[in-house]
């Protein structure tokens, strides 16, 4: 990109938001004047800025960034030309403005109606960022990806709706009923018997969320970025379908407090604290299950490693269990990518010690993404692995190994590594 291309760019963010504020302004006027009631207002005053700043930012790729300038531009536009009515939750009186009963007053509404508006632009351009990596990442994962992102929120749904309907059609009306049997002088031991009840049905939620997760974590190798799939799976399961109660720190179901009585939540709503709940237990799950499935590992500084070694003995067991070889294959093209990692960090010699792993597996898919760059080495162990056979100790699931690593040495191309899916 050269120097005028580089400077014309924030122009155009600059004049793209300027324009948009104005239309959302000017429809913003129009919506007042048509005299719609309380409830339409507060519809249509939010419609017509969500609308106007989700297609910009789709449509120009802004960033929040570029949404601050609308500060500025809301600013100047209701500071010079002020009409009463309804700005989104702010609701202006008309004597305000126009008798001018009180100016400190009408900057004050002002003041509000910016911070609104501003705040649910930027609000609406995060959402549609994260909406796209959503559909970029998925876009990049096929049938067997998008099962094995399905499967963990699926499964945690499934569980809590049964553990659910059994506390509230089991356990909730004995505990009532047993509280119940005591009266006020036992009112010491109530709260306990509801305190007691409380935390263990919120310990057993928190249980069946991790042992889930870590176990669908170590089964399908789930990532902290693979929540960007789960998480809205999980709301929509949710929101679907979830009986009231006590989800963990959330009541769904109708109650009531001195003399308000409250509804129960309608299931959109109250799938939304479900399912922020639920995937900060997931995200801590995973983590914690993947720090165990790497010992001793440096995020930063390790992690591309531990993840080749990783799909090495997924392949060996894959192997040991005569599976799939396209799913083999997947891990091969995983490491490939890895490697290529440490290939552009110049730390490629992180892998040579594992040329010596215990594992023959280990040692020939090694030897098979570094005999591009380390020849010598990498040959000295493929033609080691060539002469193996099971009457000298070869595991019978690696007997395809010997020849392949004979091809890789005699053929002298990396290419040839993919001929060994046919040996099995």
Known sequence: MDKKAKISLPIKSILVVVITQIVIYLLNLIQINIGLDSHNSILVSFLVVIVPTAFIVVLFKLKPHHLLLSIPVWCITLFLFFVPGRYLTVQVPAD?????TSFADSLIYRFFAIIEIAALELLITLLVMFIKKIVIFCSKLDRNDVLKHTILPLLIWVTVILYMNIVNILIAPLISHLCSQLDNTYSEVISVIWLTAFVLHTVCQIVIVCIITAKTTRKFDLTAKSLLVIIPVTYLLF??????????????????????????????????????????????????TRAKMYPGDNEYVSKPVSEILYCCYERESILKNNLSVARYNRYLDKMSRYTKKLDNKKRLGDLLPY??????????????????????????VLSQI?????????????ASLPENADKLVNNDFFGEVNAYETSF
């Open 96 to 100: 305000t403005d126009i008798a001018f």
């Open 355 to 380: 040329l010596k792993d215990d594992s023959i597996s280990v040692r020939f898919d090694i030897a098979t993404l570094l005999f591009p760059y380390y020849k010598n080495e990498c040959t000295e």
């Open 239 to 288: 929101a679907l379908y979830a009986p009231h109660g006590w989800y963990m720190l959330v009541f769904t179901d109708s109650w009531s407090f001195i003399f308000n009585k409250h509804p129960a939540m309608p299931y959109w709503y109250a799938s939304i604290f479900i399912t922020i709940q639920y995937g900060l237990v997931m995200l801590c799950a995973t983590a914690a």
């Open 386 to 398: 060539a002469k193996m056979n099971e009457e000298k100790g070869l595991p019978k699931h690696l």
